[in-house]
């Protein structure tokens, strides 16, 4: 079994494991609650009798002392009515809304007290106490701790949702730390492999040319191209997972040279087109900065089924410092429902392809180079324009990748 599978079954087990103590948690706390309402009737009941004796016996000194004792003990809050509705006592409320020993009883009628009964009404029915002749209503309602009760289990279930996240979210990040850590060995392990036969297809070349006489050979100079672009596509292998160095470069130069060299292995049908400030500068890798041109071109060409034009327009937008970049093609267009997914890893409209180039030229532009990338535009069937934002050189700040 490999680590992953292993790692899946755990995320299984914590899963059921959650899910289980979960629903003994809820059987455990409903079948304690049931209890505790049980109990909290019968001490209801038990003052509602104490409070007949002692209204019976309303001079009994040791009848007043029972109906204090059993107050004390009472942990629900009660109110009582007179036959009129009127409230006339209440335990287990706050006193300082009580009126003081000797004040009207009229003044039980504030609104807390109002509140309260409503309250009471809706969770138990009242019982009736027959005193002289007159009928008393007594409420009561559940205590602090069984009303705190009753809420345990589902904070209890956000508590184990939150763990349940965690541990999926440091699951996830451990394998995705450790699928990178294999991608960027595999990446630099490949990049060590190509050094040796790059090299020697450079010896060879360098030996028809003498030995050929072939310096000026047009054949022989794409041959090198290609081979020298087979040096800079290693050195990117070579550098991923490595802070990269950024220096000062005139944007329109270096679009301008890789296309020189990408316009020549592309169909005749499709055109080519550069315009804008040519002066413009920003902090680039030059390595890194045309994996981003060359991964937008392939896309626009790509898109272009028969003839068409790819354009490529450099903006120095003074207000803000920034250099805008827009790399436009006639091709089949965008939806805009797309404009955002087309960025990620995987998304791909064609047959072959593993749907990483436009993710890949995200991370390049903002992560190393402190930029921004969107579609700035699309029609179906029109054509599509990108955008690419950079700072300039002058306000360029560093930040960690």
Known sequence: MNPYEKKRRWKFFLLIFAILIGIASVFYTDSFVKKMEREEAIQFKLWVRVQ??????????????????????????VILLNKDGVIISSTGLDTTKTPNPGADKLEFDSLYFVRQLRNMKSQHAPAELNIFGDKYMAYYRDSFVLTQ?????????????LFLLTAYAAFSSSRKA???????????????????????????????????DAEDDPLIAEMENDVKRLEIITDRFSKIGSKPILEDHTVYIVINNFL????????????????GDDQVRAMLNIPLFDWVIENLLKNAANAIEN???????????????????????????????????????????RKRGWGLGLSLTKRIVENYHSGEIFVKESDLGKGTTFRIILKSSLTYEPTTA
């Open 149 to 161: 009760l009753r809420y345990f289990p589902y904070i209890q279930m956000i508590v184990i949702f």
């Open 52 to 77: 007949e004796r002692a209204m019976l016996l309303f001079d009994d000194p040791l009848s007043q002392s029972l109906v204090n004792d059993v107050r004390e003990n009472i942990k629900m809050p």
């Open 178 to 212: 450790e699928q990178d850590h294999v991608w960027v060995g595999l990446a630099k392990e490949t990049a060590h492999q190509l050094g040796t036969p790059i090299s020697s297809l450079m010896a060879w070349i360098e030996l028809m040319k003498s030995k050929f």
């Open 307 to 349: 003839e068409g034009t790819i354009s490529i327009n450099i903006i120095e937008n003074l207000a803000k410092e920034q250099v805008f970049i827009d790399v436009s093609d006639t091709g089949r267009g965008i939806p805009r429902s797309k404009f955002d997914a087309v960025f990620q890893p995987g998304y791909t409209t």
């Open 260 to 275: 020189d060299y990408f316009k020549v292995r592309t169909s005749d049908k499709v055109k080519f087109k550069i315009t």
